[in-house]
């Protein structure tokens, strides 16, 4: 548990800035001020004046005036304004697995909570930022939204801050005064050239550099990352000569909205001339990435016979050089990103280049290949490594989802989603894989493998939602194309898909008829991962059935296909807790403990976080039947607080399993009596998600003290 049990983080996730704010005191004073009087601020202007950079730096400053933190949420990788409260969700974090919308999620999170949280990059879906900050701003009265946007997102008493680009000296003035863009091209220049200093030699050219850069930051970081190649007054000369060139020529470089800068549209027309053929070609490719990304997937998307893939490493240090990429430090190797900015003026050429279309296949097979690999390897000891590994791939993996729906037919988007079932699964998602689901399913309405595993997936996904309707008519058509296809193996997907959602939904027996009609079919074909899927659905729903010695030869059947020593983690864990409601039933709470607390272990590593809740009320249930009522208490409020961060009731909404719970914290109540009870359940709610597994896995019953608790 050492590595699971880590501390948990600081509240709020802002990034650490890796380069100091130069200049802007009066506008972060500012907007430090507006954050704490209004409800939203909004700083605006063009595409590279450092809106990013600025409300960072503010929301840094403000922070500690928040008691429930700041929240940094990132937009530009997002193009579905429909996903916005779920990315906000997923920054603080949340995951949502009820019937309920996300955003109701997020507002009743919020509404107790004195948060910042930094909406960042909002131009692109203004419409649904709007709604989604206009309606946690009622929610939430200890919220506070700050944003940055191209254009205001026009809400009542929405503050707005137009930013400018920095002061820069009047032409010939030497004297100091109106500093801030040449300070920043000094700071800048001495990190590409190290022992580079201002002097009253150099000086003339730098203000002249800054000028004609019109004082726009992002213009003087890419003029100031060339000065490893040219000095001051050749860079100065050779800008003069493309602003008397293209200065006015507007088709030179798209426009974004608002316009972008004469400047800007310059200095990064003039770092494209500066590079090489293969780095400008690299530059447009790689503009089909979202967020960030790494190396391979950048040859596995971007290198062809024009741009060898063994060379692909140094063309991306070379445009980090440049300034066109930014080097992202992880644990887990080498990462880059590039900013809206530069991304729009690759993405300009690659469509001009009549590449655009070729790049995003190649992008979406790279991703639909990974994710397969993870699905084929799911029920392994790889499942844990190969989930952690697609984590950072998220913004690439809606990217690639919204590629495949673009294209024509839906095919592509349809196979995408039939193998990313076990990302979706690991990660808790099951309202945004329905979101995505549902859309491919709209495109591509033939019937295939792919639609049908989709289906299938779609069924499991509306039953963990609670959503039993939805959930029966995905399972009918899949059947339907199962028979269709004439596929027997399929035809035993479906009976079992259908089986769990009857389950679910209160109709043990007609489920338990169904499952065993697919392990039949599973055992006909030879299927043992079917029949192993199906050994742990019957297991839950002998269970719920109320019997006991069913559900329990069910999980022994089920530990035996998946084999000894497999260290899968999702189903292993699924097993421990089915298992374990089944052994506190019929008394044997020492093997329910043992379980509960295995499956809590499995749990935490994936960051589960119904997983981890539905582990620490069965091991509440565990002792409240052993008569150690404060150990409950104290699991049944760390239990709670994990169920609000998921939004869910206990164990999905399942009726029977949640009068359970309910009777087993009666159980505690009672025997406690209220104010005792109400002192512990608050304890164990206000614990760190560390401390409360930590002390749910040593099975210990004094309860640790936290924060002077």
């Not at 996730?13 to 430090?32: H, K, M």
Request: charged share 25%.
């Amino acid at each position: 548990m050492a590595d699971g049990l880590a501390e948990e983080r600081r509240v709020g996730n802002l990034p650490q800035e890796t380069s100091r704010l130069v200049g802007r005191q009066a506008e972060l004073a500012q907007v430090a001020r507006l954050c704490g009087r209004s409800r939203l601020v909004t700083v605006t202007g063009v595409g590279g004046v450092g809106k990013t950079r600025l409300a960072l730096a503010a929301a840094e400053a403000v922070q500690a005036q928040f008691r429930d933190g700041a929240w940094f949420v990132e937009l530009s990788p997002l193009r579905d304004g429909e996903l916005v409260a779920l990315v906000i969700a997923e920054a603080l974090p949340l995951a949502d697995q009820t019937t309920r919308s996300v955003i109701d999620v997020v507002a009743e999170y919020l509404a107790e909570r004195e948060t910042l949280l930094v909406l960042d990059t909002c131009e692109h879906l203004a419409e649904a930022c709007a709604l989604t900050a206009d309606v946690l701003l009622r929610a939430a009265p200890g919220l506070r939204i700050l944003a940055t946007s191209r254009r205001p997102l026009n809400l009542a008493d929405e503050e707005v801050v137009v930013l400018d680009p920095l002061p820069v000296p009047e032409e010939g003035d030497l004297a100091t005064g109106a500093e801030d863009a040449v300070a920043l091209l000094a700071e800048r220049a001495t990190q590409a050239v190290p022992g580079f200093t201002v002097t009253d030699a150099n000086r003339p050219d730098l203000v002249r550099l800054c000028r004609r850069l019109e004082g726009l930051p992002l213009a003087i970081e890419l003029a100031a990352a060339r000065l490893h190649e040219l000095s001051i007054s050749e860079l100065a000369e050779r800008l003069d000569d493309r602003f008397s060139v293209l200065g006015n020529d507007r088709e030179a470089v798209p426009d974004a909205d608002p316009p972008w800068h004469q400047a800007l549209r310059t200095a990064i027309g003039w770092s494209n001339e500066l590079c090489t053929p293969q780095e400008r070609l690299l530059w447009a490719r790689v503009s089909v990435f979202a967020g960030d990304f790494d190396a391979e997937a950048v040859r596995r998307v971007c290198a062809d016979d024009r741009l060898p893939g063994e060379k692909i490493p140094a063309l991306l240090s070379a445009l980090a050089d440049a300034s066109i990429l930014s080097w992202v430090p992880t644990g887990g190797g080498d990462r880059y990103r590039m900013l809206d900015t530069i991304r729009e003026y690759g993405a300009f050429w690659l469509q001009a280049a009549g590449e655009r279309d070729a790049c995003r296949r190649r992008h979406v097979a790279h991703y639909t290949s990974l994710l397969r690999h993870f699905a084929d390897r799911f029920l392994t000891s790889e499942q844990v490594p190969l989930y952690w590994a697609l984590v950072p791939e998220r913004e690439n993996l809606r990217a690639a989802l919204g590629y495949a729906l673009d294209e024509g037919g839906g095919v592509g988007a349809v196979a995408l989603t039939a193998v990313m079932w076990p990302y979706w699964t690991c990660a808790g998602q099951p309202r945004e894989a329905g979101h995505w689901m549902d859309l491919a399913l709209d495109r591509a309405p033939e019937p295939s493998a792919d639609r049908f595993t989709t289906l299938v997936w779609s069924c499991t996904y509306a039953t963990y939602r609670g959503e039993h309707a939805a959930a029966q008519q995905c399972a009918d058509e899949a059947q339907e194309v199962a028979d269709r296809l004439g596929d027997l193996r399929l035809a035993g997907y479906a009976a079992m898909s259908r089986g769990m959602a009857l389950a679910y939904a209160g109709e043990p027996d007609a489920g338990l008829d169904l499952l065993r009609r697919a392990t039949e079919i599973f055992r006909d074909v030879g299927d043992t991962s079917g029949m192993c899927l199906a050994a742990i659905r019957s297991c839950v729903a002998h269970t719920i059935a109320g019997d006991l010695d069913a559900a329990l030869a069910a999980f022994a059947k089920a530990r035996d296909l998946l084999g000894e020593g497999n260290e899968e983690s999702y189903f292993t864990a699924f097993i421990l807790i089915s298992s374990g409601i089944a052994q506190v039933l019929s008394g044997d709470t020492t093997a329910a403990g043992q379980g509960g607390r295995r499956a809590l272990e499995l749990q935490f590593a994936r960051d589960d976080l119904l997983g981890v809740a539905s582990s620490l009320s069965l091991l509440a249930w565990v002792a409240a039947q052993e008569g150690r009522y404060a150990r409950a208490a104290c699991l049944f409020g760390a239990a709670s607080a994990v169920l609000a961060l998921a939004g869910a009731a206990p164990f999905v909404g399942n009726p029977k399993l949640g009068a359970l719970h309910a009777r087993f914290d009666a159980t505690a109540r009672q025997a406690l009596g209220d104010q005792r009870y109400e002192v512990l359940h608050r304890q164990g709610a206000q614990w760190p998600r560390s401390v409360a597994v930590e002390f749910a896995v040593s099975d210990r019953d004094t309860p640790p003290t936290v924060g002077g608790q």
